[in-house]
Nanobody, 124 residues
Framework: QVQLVESGGGLVQAGGSLRLSCAAP????????MGWFRQAPGKEREFVAQ????????LYAESVKGRFTISRDYAKNMVFLQMNSLEPEDTAVYYC?????????????????WGQGTQVTVSS
């Protein structure tokens, strides 16, 4: 079994920050792009950010550009999502995933492994 584990979610006021972490115990995904998605109540899962296997390239959804930063630590086999200037609209369950497909970085179909998600709630 392959399982990703997200952490770092919580309740924060608008304008605040949170740093999400994604760990992959027992397996290294250093050669694979990693992504973050989120799903708000009543909405479909949407793309947030992706980082390339080498870590040199990143891609962000327009809604989070300039506010969120995706990064990875190969030594720890972890991926992070630094979220700044949070807005109530950012409230959702955030998931990390391993990309192994070719549909496109923003498509859930490209990601083979997922975590259970971590809740992020932004209050006004």
């Amino acid at each position: 079994q392959v399982q990703l584990v997200e952490s770092g979610g919580g309740l924060v006021q608008a304008g605040g920050s949170l740093r999400l972490s994604c760990a992959a115990p027992g397996r290294t995904f250093a050669g694979s792009p990693m992504g973050w998605f989120r799903q708000a109540p009543g909405k479909e899962r949407e793309f947030v950010a992706q980082i390339s296997g080498g870590g040199g390239n990143t891609l962000y959804a327009e809604s989070v550009k300039g506010r969120f930063t995706i990064s990875r630590d190969y030594a720890k086999n972890m991926v992070f999502l630094q979220m700044n200037s949070l807005e109530p609209e950012d409230t959702a369950v955030y998931y990390c995933a391993v990309r192994q497909g070719i549909w496109g970085a923003t498509s859930t179909r490209d990601y083979a492994y997922w975590g259970q998600g971590t809740q992020v709630t932004v209050s006004s």
